[in-house]
């Protein structure tokens, strides 16, 4: 069984594979989270979760409850206990991120390029 | 009858259906069966009132109507026009959602026939909101499949609700006094044929969730006349209770 803190969604234990964590199909209301698009061709972004019976109702829940203020145009519902995710203690595994600062994009200095390149042009 | 009477009597009937589902409907916020309903049905309540906004304003700017609160909350009830169907109580959730399905359904087949009216602010508006009816009807019918494949319990129920409502809904299409003037001046195709459309749009959905149709035997119609159940007046009462302590008050 799933042993995770948060019960909607599975995470992948590292040194132990048992059968993954599954709801049966109408056992029960699932939980869906919801993605949010600003404009076409943005990311869709997480924004929070409906509970609903079905991927049909969790869209049209997600509509109002993530899409009836401000700007959207279009919304993805996923089944959280479709998603996989680390476990918690596996953390460590991003641990020196902060050290390897030469994979920072902000190493390639190009927009001081373009900026010159700009004001020439004018 | 001229053009300048027909239009207002149109603008008034359908309005007020807006005005008074609406109100209905909103009186589940905060009751919804769960919390993502409570939220998705009382957004739908509010875009209807918007509707009946949009009507009202249409009124006064274009037949020297009042202002559009004073019209919604400072007339008796002869003066309205709504059908019965909207101005029964919410009941339970079963009869509510039918009411939405049903009531849905005959507005948006009503605002598809406007974008093709000769009367340009009504085109305007249905195309304004095209998208809001999308939604409603999407909202609907889901509710409908999902409760009408939930068990014997909730089919039978939902049966019942149908045939609570049916006859009601057949009052939505209640012909007008000016109808053939309004077909005439390609304003609207009238309320026999949106009628048919209305039939041949719900049908499908009610056979897919296994119910059967009633055959409309006996319309309820009055509502156009200005003659309503009680239950209008005690909505109007709680309606308009905070607006007539003050009926000049800006907000």
């Not at chain 2, 999407?138 to 014997?152: E, M, P, S």
């Amino acid at each position: 069984m799933n042993e995770s803190l948060d019960p909607r969604v599975n995470r992948l234990r590292l040194n132990n594979s048992d059968g993954s964590f599954s709801i049966e199909e109408g056992e029960n209301w699932n939980v869906f989270e919801v993605f949010h698009q600003e404009k076409r061709g943005a990311h869709h972004e997480h924004v929070g979760c409906v509970h609903a019976p079905d991927a049909n109702l969790a869209l049209i829940f997600a509509k109002e409850q993530f899409g009836r203020r401000k700007k959207c145009v279009n919304l993805w519902v996923v089944r959280s206990a479709d998603i996989l995710a680390f476990d918690l203690e596996d953390e460590d595994m991003f641990a020196n991120n902060p050290d390897k600062t030469y994979r920072d994009a902000s190493g390639f200095k190009v927009m001081e390029k373009i900026n010159k390149f700009k004001a020439q042009s004018k | 009858m001229q053009l300048e009477q027909a239009l207002p009597e149109l603008l008034i009937k359908i309005a007020d259906d807006e005005l008074i589902i609406g109100h209905r409907n909103s009186e589940w916020t905060g009751l919804g069966p769960v919390m993502e309903e409570d939220i998705a049905f009382s957004s739908m309540a509010q875009d209807k009132i918007g509707h009946a906004w949009a009507l009202y304003r249409i009124l006064q700017e274009h037949f020297n109507g009042s202002d559009p609160d004073q019209f919604a909350f400072m007339r008796e009830a002869a003066d309205f026009k709504c059908c019965h169907l909207t101005e029964m109580p919410i009941s339970s959730y079963d009869f509510s959602l039918m009411r939405h399905f049903l009531f849905d359904h005959a507005e948006t087949v009503r605002y598809q026939s406007f974008s093709q009216s000769s009367f340009t602010p009504l085109q305007q508006l249905a195309a304004k909101i095209k998208g809001e009816l999308k939604y409603h009807t999407l909202h609907a019918d889901a509710w409908i499949l999902q409760l009408c494949t939930a068990g014997a319990e909730s089919r039978g129920r939902m049966q019942q609700a149908l045939d609570n409502c049916f006859q009601l809904a057949g009052g939505i299409f209640e012909p007008g006094e000016a109808e053939t003037l309004l077909i005439d001046e390609k304003v609207y195709p009238g309320e026999a044929a949106l009628y048919q459309q209305w039939l041949n749009n719900i049908s499908p959905v009610i056979e897919k969730a296994g119910l059967t149709i009633p055959a409309m035997t006996a319309p309820v119609y009055g509502g156009r006349k200005g003659q309503h159940t009680e239950h209008l007046q005690q909505l109007l009462n709680e309606m308009g209770e905070v607006f007539r302590l003050d009926p000049e008050a800006t907000w």
